[in-house]
């Protein structure tokens, strides 16, 4: 296994003080190490964008950054790395650190297996030269790999599978900023629908307990589409539902809704009748490994109604909650409703199966 502490002395030997990255599952124990120590530390809203805060700082710095994300962005980081940190177009070099779900051999959920499967293969095409990491005696390939980057002017890839690096037992935690939990939330939510009501719900603990509750409450009303991958774009799945004129509920997420945030405009241009969006708000990736989102001061009111909502809600606490939900469900769309919960959901959550089954349910 690899030290997550020693990852971080080889690269600040080798000069590398910029981070930029979105949160994985894979990487949280080096990305925690990050944040304690005195380095420049982006969070971006998604893995393009870190890929272009990198080029950035080298532009500004002339020294190499590093890029941190899950092999499932790596789709998203490929534009400004093909486009502009390519060595025929602007030549930018920087260490990407790709947690490597689905890799082979390895037992992953179904929708990381095809992206585990091709992930080095499309580090090829895209001429990333790549290593892979499996212990401490193997961190000195990086200086190698970091050497080469810079003399070539080009993106280099570290590749780390799951399960490689070792625990921190001292994880900084988000504190609760509400007293009402997601899944009670979606509990009351799913009691006060009507019988052909559509809902999307985002990636993470939120389809896991949307999924969860309907196996242990099967009469509620209601169908469901889990977006098991696909991060930050279940508004516009369901944006794209809304032509059906069916009342589609798009269950969101604040790491969700940031990725991906011009979608709202969408939304909020095109007006859907009978779309609702929740934005389930903890301030944190809860579900890979509960880092800080930068959800924090943003005003969703005045920022829905400015991209076009025709209404805002919010729910802080469990207070006349019922009554809430029912209000929030009767007003003009397209809205917006906030909920502030905390972080934390039960123990052994399990996980949607049989894509192709609830993928026909829902559509029939």
């Known amino acids: 296994m690899i030290n997550p502490e020693n990852l971080i002395k080889i690269l600040k030997k080798n000069n590398i003080k910029f981070f930029s990255g979105v949160p994985d599952?894979?990487?949280k124990n080096f990305t925690e190490s990050i944040n304690k120590k005195n380095f420049y530390h982006i969070k971006a809203v998604n893995e393009g964008a870190a890929v272009s805060a990198c080029i950035g700082n080298f532009l500004a710095t002339k020294k190499i950054g590093c890029v941190y994300m899950q092999n499932s962005g790596l789709s998203n980081a490929i534009n400004p790395l093909i486009s502009i940190a390519d060595k025929n177009v602007y030549s930018i070099p920087m260490v990407l650190i790709i947690g490597w779900r689905g890799a082979p051999k390895l037992k992953d959920e179904p929708q990381h297996m095809l992206k585990g499967k091709i992930t080095r293969k499309l580090l090829t095409l895209l001429k990333i030269k790549n290593i892979v990491i499996n212990s401490d005696k193997e961190l000195k390939k990086?200086?190698?790999l970091i050497k080469y980057s810079k003399s070539k002017m080009q993106p280099v890839a570290i590749l780390i599978k799951n399960k490689t690096?070792?625990?921190?037992?001292?994880i900084k935690k988000i504190q609760r900023k509400s007293n009402l939990d997601r899944i009670f939330f979606i509990k009351k939510l799913i009691e006060?629908?009507?019988?052909n009501t559509k809902i999307v719900s985002t990636t993470?603990?939120?389809?896991r307990e949307l999924f969860y509750l309907r196996q242990k409450y099967p009469n509620h009303k209601g169908k469901d589409f889990y977006m098991v991958g696909g991060m930050?774009?279940?508004s516009m799945v369901s944006l794209g539902i809304s032509i059906s004129n069916k009342e589609i509920i798009c269950l969101d997420g604040d790491g969700s809704i940031l990725m991906h945030m011009g979608s709202l405009r969408s939304i909020g241009f095109y007006k859907p009748k009978?779309?609702?969006h929740i934005l389930l708000n903890n301030f944190c990736h809860e579900s890979v490994g509960g880092q800080e989102t930068t959800s924090k001061g943003v005003n969703f009111k005045t920022l829905s109604k400015s991209l076009g909502y025709r209404s805002y809600k919010l729910i802080k606490n469990k207070k006349n909650i019922d009554q809430k939900i029912e209000k929030f469900l009767k007003s003009k769309s397209p809205s917006l409703l906030e909920v502030i919960v905390a972080p934390g959901s039960i123990k052994d959550l399990s996980r949607p199966k049989k894509f192709i089954d609830i993928k026909n349910r829902f559509i029939n």
């Open 142 to 144: 990086i200086s190698k």
């Open 165 to 170: 690096l070792k625990k921190k037992t001292n």
């Open 274 to 276: 009978k779309f609702k």
């Open 204 to 207: 993470g603990y939120t389809s």
């Open 192 to 195: 006060n629908l009507k019988s």
């Open 232 to 234: 930050g774009h279940a």
């Open 25 to 27: 599952s894979v990487l």
